[in-house]
Structure formats: structure tokens, C-alpha cells
């Protein structure tokens, strides 16, 4: 049995690592750094995602959660989540924003991610905490039948 991962980067198109990074966005107001993640600057998760430095995206269900989507004859799982960024690039919050269903998943997800280490932000010159958002899609045909 094959399966799959896709990482979706909410609302933007895959780019090959060929590509040139992605435009810095639009200028905005400067964000100071005590700011929390309740008003961190939102970046489009394909900048956010350039700037990764750590940490893989690639994420797969344990034995037992896939076992869990056969009984369930899931083909398929998507957990969406929002993280915001420290000044310092940490990830310092993970919030689900939508679960793949599986419990176990949703929380090793949510422990990958804020091991993710990125460049520091900044906002007009100055370090800012960001937020972003990420889909991870978990693709896993069922067994075929003898």
C-alpha cells in the first residue's frame, strides 16, 4: 500500500525549488515586538514557508492512526492550523483550526510544528511576530480486497 502527504500552503499555488523566492508583501505598520498572536502581522503562508529554517512538513499518521483510517475507509485527511511566529523565530502557538479527525495525528502535528524554526520576521526594519496558516493533507489509498 502507497500513501501520500501534501502540505498545502493555504491559498497559494506550489512553487519548484527553482522558483525565486516569493515578493516581500506589501509594506505595513509596524508591529511591536511584545505584540501577541492576537495582533501579529498575518503573512501569505508561501512567504511564511520560505522562511522556514527548520524543520521538515512532511508528517505521517503512526501505524495505528493509519489503521484508524482504514477501519474509518478515509482516503484521505486534512488538519488545518494556524501558527504565529516570535520575534525570535520560534513558533510560540499552534492553533487547530480545523482536525484531520484523528486525535493522535492532530497532536503530533501540532508538536511538529512548533519545533519549526524560522528567520525573524520584520515589519518596516523593525523584528515582528507573524502568523500564517498551513493545511497538512495525508493521502492513503484503502487495501485492496483479495
Given at each position: 500500500?502507497?500513501s501520500?502527504?501534501?502540505?498545502v500552503?493555504?491559498?497559494?499555488?506550489?512553487?519548484?525549488s527553482?522558483?525565486?523566492?516569493p515578493?516581500?508583501?506589501?509594506?505595513?505598520?509596524a508591529?511591536?515586538?511584545?505584540?501577541?498572536?492576537?495582533?501579529?502581522?498575518?503573512?501569505?503562508?508561501?512567504?511564511?514557508?520560505?522562511?522556514?529554517?527548520?524543520?521538515?512538513?512532511?508528517?505521517?499518521?503512526?501505524d495505528?492512526?493509519?489503521m484508524?483510517?482504514?477501519?474509518?475507509?478515509?482516503?484521505?485527511?486534512?488538519?488545518?492550523?494556524?501558527?504565529?511566529?516570535?520575534?525570535?523565530?520560534?513558533v510560540?502557538?499552534?492553533?487547530?483550526?480545523?482536525?484531520?479527525?484523528?486525535?493522535?495525528?492532530d497532536?503530533?502535528?501540532?508538536?511538529?510544528?512548533?519545533?519549526?524554526?524560522?528567520?525573524?520576521f520584520q515589519?518596516?526594519g523593525?523584528?515582528?511576530?507573524?502568523?500564517?496558516?498551513?493545511?497538512?493533507?495525508?493521502?492513503?489509498?484503502?487495501?485492496?480486497?483479495?
Amino acid at each position: 500500500m502507497r500513501s501520500w502527504i501534501v502540505v498545502v500552503l493555504a491559498g497559494c499555488a506550489s512553487q519548484s525549488s527553482s522558483s525565486p523566492p516569493p515578493a516581500a508583501p506589501a509594506p505595513v505598520a509596524a508591529v511591536p515586538a511584545s505584540a501577541d498572536a492576537n495582533n501579529a502581522q498575518m503573512l501569505p503562508p508561501s512567504y511564511a514557508n520560505a522562511h522556514r529554517v527548520e524543520g521538515s512538513i512532511l508528517i505521517v499518521p503512526d501505524d495505528m492512526d493509519k489503521m484508524k483510517m482504514v477501519e474509518r475507509k478515509l482516503t484521505r485527511v486534512i488538519h488545518s492550523a494556524k501558527l504565529c511566529i516570535t520575534v525570535d523565530g520560534r513558533v510560540g502557538s499552534v492553533t487547530m483550526l480545523r482536525s484531520s479527525g484523528i486525535p493522535n495525528f492532530d497532536e503530533k502535528i501540532r508538536k511538529r510544528i512548533l519545533g519549526w524554526r524560522y528567520t525573524p520576521f520584520q515589519i518596516n526594519g523593525k523584528p515582528a511576530p507573524v502568523c500564517t496558516t498551513l493545511s497538512v493533507v495525508y493521502n492513503q489509498p484503502l487495501p485492496e480486497r483479495r
